[in-house]
């Protein structure tokens, strides 16, 4: 399709765009009396108006049933979390087996690295991504230091080409190869958080598995935005938080994924608590842990049922919409952004640069050449919310349940006016 730099076009892309009366089932902040331009869903995504009803049944129902909610709630607290698993299994490719809700992010994954990081004396290296997600670095290396290794051995980065602003699929490959029989485990972002880069999960997955080794993902940036099989790929594990593209609020709980070639197993490692034991047994108070035959086995405490309302809310609209109609309307709405920044770079004399590959999702990285700290406080000024990453990169992500194309055409304008300024 042929993209006009105009108010008119994107208005008419708005008309034709089949999610655009999604927008209306969130809450926007305002600036300057006029809903902002949101463009950290891949931070915080917004909140679905919906929401508040999910909490509120929690509320009423601890209020009036107090510990009776457990049980004869309208949506019993006890196996509250199960809701949640056959919507969320479908976001992910996985089957609702392999799926639950528990604790947060970094947490997780340190317990499914006490799974699935088991290093013996020839097997110990973890292979990541340079410059990782800062709390993803820190679990590894105090995750390789708690076995008693060195993370200077143990550890193995792959790193992005001089002068190139991602990381090639081959080189990965390359360096699984390289380490061979020393590789226990692979634990890569799914999606970048800086760039915003997919990575070829699949061959990775695929390679890693060869290798001997296992493989997580970590999904905070790619649950809700990319299209998942991790069940068909063959991954060992993943996990994600749900405030990002999921939109499930500040700070909340976290999905893993564990393959149903690991569940059913007592002899695992794995931290346990009593609700991860048998579904049956849990109120019986047995002295020994019978493992849940799903990836429930990984649950430790009784859900946080106050935080599992809002994921429940969300993913509620995520059955509804579905992964492909998002997609297919974040393939749309990017392009239409990468059009709009690329007109505007043509009508200003300093230049930026989106250093997002092609390989892509929700969104763009831009590298701003000229300008600085300045012009990202004249966008928030004027109601486009980015965020700034150091050196000189502002991250756009516009998440496609929520955004417009008129919030693209508009952006540019603002931005245009903010470089000239
Ligand atoms: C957002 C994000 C996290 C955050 O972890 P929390 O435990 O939820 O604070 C971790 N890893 C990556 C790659 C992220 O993008």
Known sequence: MEFKNTLSFARELD??????????????????????????????????????????????????????GHFYSEKPWWDYHEQLAVPLAKVVGASPNEVTVMNTLSVNLHLLMVSFYTPTQKRFKILCEEKAFPSDQYIIQSQVRFHGLNCDEAIVEVKKREGEHFWRTEDILQKI???????????????????????????????????????????????????????DWGADF??????????????????????????????????????????????????????????????????????????????????????????????????????????????????FEIITPKARGCQLSVFLHGEGRELFDHLMENGVIVDWREPNVIRLAPAPFYCSYEDMYRFGQILKAGILK
């Open 177 to 231: 190869g390289e380490v061979g029989d020393e590789l226990a485990l692979v634990l890569i972002g799914g999606v970048n958080y800086y760039n915003g880069q997919v990575m070829d999960m699949e061959t990775i997955t695929k390679a890693g598995k060869e290798a001997g080794a296992n493989v997580g993902w970590d999904l905070a940036h790619a649950v809700g935005n990319i299209a998942l099989q991790l069940h």
């Open 238 to 351: 993943a996990a994600w938080c749900s405030y990002k593209y999921m939109n499930s609020g500040p700070g909340n709980a976290s999905g893993i994924f564990v393959h149903e070639r690991h569940l059913n197993k007592k002899d695992i490692p794995r931290f346990e608590g009593w609700w991860g034991t048998k579904k049956k047994e849990r109120f019986l108070m047995k002295p020994t842990f019978e493992p849940m035959e799903n990836a429930d086995a990984w649950q430790i405490s009784n859900p946080p049922v106050l935080a599992m309302a809002p994921y429940l809310a969300s993913l509620e609209l995520f059955e509804e919409v579905g992964m492909q109609a998002l997609i297919k309307k974040r393939d749309s709405i990017v392009s239409y952004l990468e059009f709009v920044l690329k007109e505007i770079d043509a009508e200003v004399e300093s230049s």
């Open 15 to 68: 008309k034709e765009d089949a999610l655009h009366a999604y927008r209306d089932k969130f809450h926007f902040p305002k600036v300057n009396g006029r809903d902002v331009i949101y463009f950290t869903g891949n931070s915080l995504g917004l909140q679905p108006k919906r929401t508040k009803q999910f909490v509120d049944d929690v509320m009423v129902d601890w209020a009036e049933l107090a510990v009776e």
